[in-house]
């Protein structure tokens, strides 16, 4: 079966350090790959995905995704924190039943330091 | 681009008593909808989806039910609340491209 573990619950840096969260997901084939971000009180807002081709994904707001089928992961990063990147972050893989459902890891709460 | 509204954005209910929170999608006909829940500490859980009206499939035993009693519209229900059934409940759909969600912004329950 499908899963998405996030093995960091809660990360914190400082703003302007470098950022890497990490996603390992369990899927039986080569897998969509997703992470969402998540405002305090808000829903989620997609940074960006993977698909195929190019295992280097750019998304919104700065930050980037590396699928590494070797490793089943597909860690997010970002060279530069802003205060703003505080938030939630969520891994997320298709379901395998279909209807374009979601599997979400636990997800990572981002802390950034002045 | 589609946008979810859901209402309310908070809520505060006791034990035993019943529930409608309420989804209606814009910019999007027949689309597939989602209910997950999001407990504290914890990741999104799919509750229910629908494919069209009147159709609900339900992902995880529980003390709630879901409908789609028209195509941009969905609501989930409960008749008698539990202390657990506390959560953040959020509604989506696909985006324009394959499984890029739009969420709504989202209903914080508690149950007391």
């Known amino acids: 079966a499908q899963s998405v573990t996030q093995p960091d619950i809660h990360i914190t840096v400082s703003e302007g350090a470098s950022l890497e969260l990490r996603c390992n997901y369990s899927?039986?084939?080569?897998?969509?790959l997703f992470w969402y971000v998540q405002s305090p009180g808000q829903g989620l807002q997609l940074l960006l995905k993977?698909?195929?081709?190019?295992?280097l994904v750019q998304g919104i707001k700065g930050f980037e995704a590396e699928f590494k089928r070797s490793q089943s992961s597909f860690n997010l990063r970002k060279p530069s924190v802003h205060w703003s990147d505080a938030a939630e972050y969520f891994c997320?893989?298709?379901?395998?039943?279909?209807?374009?459902?979601?599997?979400f890891g636990a997800g990572t709460r981002l802390a950034v330091h002045p | 681009s589609q946008t979810i509204h859901q209402w309310p954005a908070t809520l505060v209910q006791p034990v035993g008593s019943p529930l409608s929170l309420e989804c209606t999608v814009e910019g999007t006909s027949n689309p597939n909808l989602y209910w997950y829940r999001q407990a504290a500490g914890r990741g999104l859980q799919l509750l229910f989806y629908?494919?069209?009206?009147?159709?609900i499939s339900s992902e995880v035993p529980q003390n709630l039910s879901a409908s789609r009693p028209q195509d941009r519209q969905f609501i989930l229900s409960s008749k008698k609340l539990l202390l657990s059934d506390s959560g953040f409940y959020l509604c989506?759909?696909?985006?324009?491209?394959?499984?890029?969600?739009?969420f709504g912004s989202g209903t914080r329950l508690t149950v007391v």
């Open positions: 629908s494919v069209g009206i009147g159709q």
């Open positions: 989506a759909c696909p985006g324009t491209s394959n499984y890029g969600y739009t």
């Open positions: 993977y698909f195929s081709g190019d295992t």
């Open positions: 899927y039986g084939a080569t897998p969509y």
């Open positions: 997320a893989v298709p379901h395998s039943g279909g209807y374009n459902k979601l599997i």
